[in-house]
């Protein structure tokens, strides 16, 4: 496994793609498909616009905490941006997206969902005024040794329960 970061580069570059991601029309298929730094499906697109290293041959504490912090200041720069343009996110508590508390046992939470509340707890949400849309950011990470990953996810706004435990951030 390779150890080198893939990056979308600057907090400008990191904008562009989220900004392309919110105009860019969900495919209509009912499959997901790839597309370079991240997938799109029927209401939904993804993005890694940051990858930190992985950790398969360390993954001590101090390598792990410096890797989180340095997406979480990329987070931070963006978020700054992204609140400025429409106003504080909304904090989403991913575990309900999950459905292991949902009564109906063949529960799956809709995409980017299912897919962000595997590998994060958490996401800040801004409702996008001029979209029927919503725009997330997270850092998520599939597994302790996989890299930890800044994503960008755009839904619609639908899929984005009002009583899945979010609060003003």
């Known amino acids: 496994m390779s150890s080198q970061h893939r990056a979308a580069g600057s907090a400008d570059d990191q904008l562009s793609i989220t900004e392309a991601l919110i105009d860019l029309p969900f495919p209509l298929q009912e499959e997901s498909s790839l597309r370079e730094g991240g997938w799109s499906g029927p209401g939904f697109h993804l993005a890694v616009l940051r990858e930190s290293q992985d950790f398969w041959?360390?993954?001590?504490?101090?390598?792990?905490?410096?890797?989180?912090?340095?997406?979480?200041?990329?987070?931070?720069?963006?978020?700054?941006?992204?609140?400025?343009?429409?106003?504080?996110?909304?904090?989403?508590?991913?575990?309900?997206?999950?459905?292991?508390?949902?009564?109906?046992?063949?529960?799956?939470?809709?995409?980017?969902?299912?897919?962000?509340?595997m590998v994060a707890g958490s996401m800040w949400v801004w409702r996008l005024p001029a979209a029927d849309r919503w725009l997330a950011l997270t850092i998520g990470q599939a597994d302790p040794e996989f890299p930890f990953q800044l994503l960008a996810a755009v839904g619609e706004a639908a899929s984005l329960r009002d009583d899945a435990g979010g609060h003003g951030g």
């Open 57 to 117: 041959d360390d993954r001590s504490e101090e390598i792990t905490e410096a890797a989180e912090q340095e997406l979480e200041s990329d987070l931070a720069v963006l978020a700054a941006t992204l609140t400025g343009r429409w106003g504080n996110p909304t904090l989403v508590d991913l575990w309900p997206y999950l459905g292991l508390d949902h009564p109906d046992p063949d529960y799956a939470a809709p995409e980017p969902l299912s897919f962000l509340s």
